[in-house]
């Protein structure tokens, strides 16, 4: 369900305060995030080049793989997709519970604390101060920091949902809700078992526990709330099944808090841990059929609209993606799977394929329909848009298909014992230069996006009473682009 309603003059006064309200800081965190995209979208080429030429830059230091690469996620989770996901949450419950947010410069302060601790996190990680945790490579004492700002942000979405106007409660508001309270229990819960003196092995599961959970906890949630506004707001119909997408959301809430211990299948772990966590991850497959199958039955017969639509073609593509990544996580959670794969590049792979494939390609599209209502300007090129689209779709394939099947080549040759471990490496050389072109795909694709949104942050849009189309006369709505009629809905 969305807020796609009957339509009065006075519902366009009160959309248009709400966005004035939460312009400035959601334009903040969009462009903060647009920003911190390009620096991993560089973290993560020069990454991939060092990884295929090892003696590359041998005498610097700060060039080293092990320095680029966690430099790149740090940047690509906290940089880019936190504070993505937090411009999208302000908007989404400022629109959903028609409540004007009173408490702008205060979240923007909090912003710029974030962007600071980010911003200190990348630099020790780069000069050699990380701990080789994924996704919690920084130094121990910066997590308060995260927390703290975090906090200073998302603090107001509670009081704004508590005295919502209406009395239904939308499934997007559900996932945000969920994905604001969520994070700070995952991610203070991990950080305290890592930082406080947890024994090193239940400390490795505590970090495996809280990637995965940061992904089903946070990524998921806010993506999946952007799709159930978007493609009912544009397909022009309410979401096909209520029930059905209230069982995607339970199912997620319940069972994916028992993930993260299947990355160690075969480890130093009771066996009922990792397959008590594999298990869940299979089931989570239940909460993918269930939000794809609502979705593809809401935009049924007008299907047509995402050739036009840009934030359509994005939360699709990024929806797709979801289904994609589902399978492959539950297909891994199997222990003649991933007893293989779980020291390769598969695991890569998979870790991208959440933060950029389905999480960033549905932010993206959330960005491309939320930024001209609250900017009061158009997008400048559907030609650059189309381009945007294309480049990321191409880079992300190419870089997850590469990585998972240069991890099943990979998995294979250490699995064989009569190998040595340098022919698991060679073999998967070949694979680790589609990542450069994939990585070089996707910063092409994101210089296009960061020109625009620039541009969109300074006022310099087109001015215009329709909408920016991928293809089609500017000033046209999707729907009499694709040659529907809205009475068809």
């Known amino acids: 369900m969305s807020d796609n309603s009957q339509v009065t003059a006075e519902d366009v006064q009160e959309r248009a305060g709400i966005d004035r309200s939460v312009r400035f800081p959601v334009m903040f965190f969009f462009t903060s995030a647009a920003v911190w995209l390009f620096v991993a979208t560089l973290f993560g080429f020069l990454s991939a080049l060092k990884l295929a030429v090892p003696a590359l830059w041998a005498d610097c230091q700060f060039l080293g793989y092990g320095r680029l690469f966690p430099a790149h996620m740090t940047a690509l989770v906290y940089g880019w997709a936190m504070q993505a996901g937090i411009g999208v949450m302000l908007w989404l419950v400022a629109r959903l519970t028609r409540v004007e947010m009173t408490k702008a410069k205060a979240v923007i302060v909090a912003g710029h604390v974030w962007n600071f601790a980010v911003g200190l996190a990348v630099f020790a990680i780069w000069i050699g101060k990380g701990r080789s945790i994924p996704w919690l490579d920084f130094p121990g004492w910066m997590w308060m920091l995260f927390a703290l700002s975090y906090l200073m942000m998302v603090v107001w979405v509670i009081p704004m949902f508590r ?36 024994a090193p092995v239940m400390a490795a599961g505590a970090a495996g526990w809280f990637v995965t959970n940061l992904i089903y906890f946070w990524f998921a949630p806010i993506a999946l709330a952007v799709a159930y506004y978007i493609v009912p707001k544009i397909a022009g119909r309410p979401i096909f099944s209520y029930p059905l997408a209230k069982l995607g959301f339970w ?33 989570i497959l239940i909460a993918v059929v269930a939000t794809c199958t609502n979705l593809l039955m809401t935009l049924k017969g007008r299907q047509k609209l995402w050739e036009y639509s840009p934030s359509l073609r994005f939360t699709m593509f990024g929806m797709l993606m979801f289904a994609i990544y589902g399978v492959l996580a539950g297909m891994s959670s199997f222990f003649s799977v991933g007893k293989v794969l779980q020291f390769s590049h598969f695991l890569v792979g998979l870790d991208t394929l959440a933060v950029y494939g389905f999480f960033s390609m549905t932010i993206f599209g959330a960005m491309y329909f939320i930024v001209p209502r609250v900017t009061g300007c158009e997008w400048v090129s559907g030609g650059m848009i189309r381009w945007h689209f294309w480049f990321s779709a191409y880079g992300i394939l190419t870089l997850v298909g590469v990585m998972l099947v240069g991890g099943l080549a990979q998995g294979g040759n250490m699995a064989d ?22 990585w070089f795909l996707i910063g092409i694709s994101n210089l296009w996006f960061v020109y625009q949104m620039g541009l969109m942050f300074l006022g310099k849009g087109r001015k215009s009473e329709g909408p920016t189309l991928i293809h089609g006369e500017p000033g046209k709505s999707a729907e009499a682009a694709a040659g529907l009629n809205p009475e068809n809905a």
């Open 163 to 198: 005295v919502r106007r209406t009395g239904d409660v939308y499934i997007s508001e559900y996932y945000v809700i969920g994905a604001a309270v969520w994070f700070p229990w995952i991610f203070i819960t991990a950080n305290v078992l890592i930082n406080r003196g947890a």
């Open 251 to 283: 199912t997620l809430a319940i069972l994916a808090g028992w993930t993260g211990f299947q990355r160690f299948m075969g480890g130093p772990f009771p066996a009922w841990m990792p397959a008590l966590s594999g298990a869940a991850t299979l089931f």
């Open 417 to 438: 014992l009569d190998q040595r471990f340098a022919v698991s490496v060679g073999n998967s050389q070949g694979y680790v230069i589609g990542r450069i072109c994939a």
